[in-house]
């Protein structure tokens, strides 16, 4: 089993993604930035009510009640409303759940590939970091070897960027084996809202194991709404982790202006608004897979995907070189290989499209790829 370390990778994911932040076209990171509905835009001109209101009720109310209507509209009904850390962002949620891990253990075990900072934070509080493939979510099998060596296992689903799902059966079995090695089970969910197969009620298969477990749930990637988010760090009330005294070295609460927006944007997400965001995310993949059907040599490898990213394999191309040609013409897309944390090579001609845009922009970016590729 081999133990990445960062001195291999040029950038992080974000650098290349802070790279595209002020670009004309920016189809890069993957936090949404199409434009507002007629209902988000309606949410948005009562931010002065609602500022105003949050002045007058107990912040505690409004977190509980945007928490339960976040949780109702992925299907959650059985998570712990007495056990939820408010976050500033999921990442905030991750820094304090390995900063508690690393006073248990040393090791995690963690799929490959995924999101980079999630590696990054890990190993930043000095854990060793072990790989695991996305075959565990059709076999639903840890490696022996695995469980034995590591105190956590730390999986994503749906996976950023290949959209793989982890099944309720699977999740159950895994469950299980944490439970019998007693390892701590964490699950990042962050895209889970784009895809109703992410949806099974995760809280009740996990208490039912009885396994030592973590969540972290975020609403950063459903609603464009420059940044004003929540991450949600959620545990089993067995975890034996220091998860409330470090959340609270950190911090003290997210904005209730911020509750109450997610909250209000929850309400509108479950009476159609979600159904909605599905449909702009299946066109635009329709778009892209549309404006490069003609050319040679590339493919979709992830083809069951359904959060709001596409990866594109270039075949013979490196994701790089590529994503040089598109800078000049100020379009930028995200290159894969740090995604592969373990094994960066995989993803060197991989380019990942941010869907969460207005489909005029990935229309002209997917053409600007073609002609690239076409030279
Ligand atoms: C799977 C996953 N988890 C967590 C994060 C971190 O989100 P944030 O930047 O809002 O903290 C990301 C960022 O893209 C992600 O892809």
């Not at 408010?86 to 040393?106: D, G, H, P």
């Not at 959340?247 to 909605?276: N, Q």
Request: proline share 5%; charged share 25%; net charge negative.
């Amino acid at each position: 089993m081999s133990i990445a370390t960062t001195d291999t990778l040029e950038k992080n994911l974000t650098e290349w993604e802070l790279l595209a932040l002020n670009s004309e076209l920016n189809v890069s990171d993957g936090h949404p930035r199409q434009s507002l509905s007629a209902a988000q835009t309606r949410i948005i001109a009562d931010l002065p009510e609602i500022f105003a209101q949050c002045g007058r009720e107990h912040p505690a109310d409004i977190e509980r009640e945007a928490v339960r209507r976040y949780m109702s509209l992925v299907k959650q009904s059985s998570y712990p409303a007495d056990r939820v850390l408010l976050c500033y962002a999921s990442s905030v949620a991750m820094e304090i759940l390995a900063r508690a891990l690393v006073l248990e253990t040393n090791r995690c075990a963690l799929l490959h590939p995924t999101f980079d900072n999630i590696p990054d934070l890990l190993r930043g509080n000095g854990m060793e970091v072990v790989p695991v493939g996305e075959e565990v979510y059709e076999t639903g099998i840890l490696p022996d070897e695995v469980l034995r060596n590591v105190g956590c296992v730390f999986l994503t689903t749906p996976n950023n960027p290949t959209g793989r799902v982890l099944p309720e059966l699977q999740l159950a079995d895994i469950a299980a084996q944490c439970r019998e090695a007693d390892v701590v089970l964490a699950l990042d969910t962050c895209f889970r809202s784009f895809d109703t197969r992410a949806q099974y009620d995760h809280y009740r298969v996990l208490e039912e194991s009885g396994c030592r477990w973590v969540m972290i749930e975020d609403t950063g990637k459903i609603w464009p709404m420059h940044e004003l988010k929540v991450g949600m760090l959620l545990h089993s009330a067995n975890v034996g982790l220091n998860l409330a005294k470090i959340h609270s070295d950190i911090l003290l609460a997210v904005s209730p202006v911020i509750m109450r927006m997610v909250d209000r944007l929850a309400e509108d997400a479950a009476s159609g608004g979600i159904s909605d965001l599905h449909a702009h995310i299946a066109h635009n993949r329709s778009i892209v897979h549309q404006e490069l059907a003609g050319v040679p040599g590339l493919s979709f490898p992830y083809s069951d995907n359904l959060i709001s990213v596409e990866v594109v394999d270039l075949g013979e191309r490196s994701a790089e070189e590529v994503w040089e040609e598109l800078r000049a013409q100020n379009v930028f897309l995200l290159p894969c290989e740090a995604f592969y944390w373990d094994a960066p090579e995989e993803g060197a001609h991989q380019l990942r499209i941010s869907l969460a845009r207005d489909s005029e922009r990935i229309r002209w970016a997917m053409q600007s790829l073609a002609q690239v590729l076409s030279r």
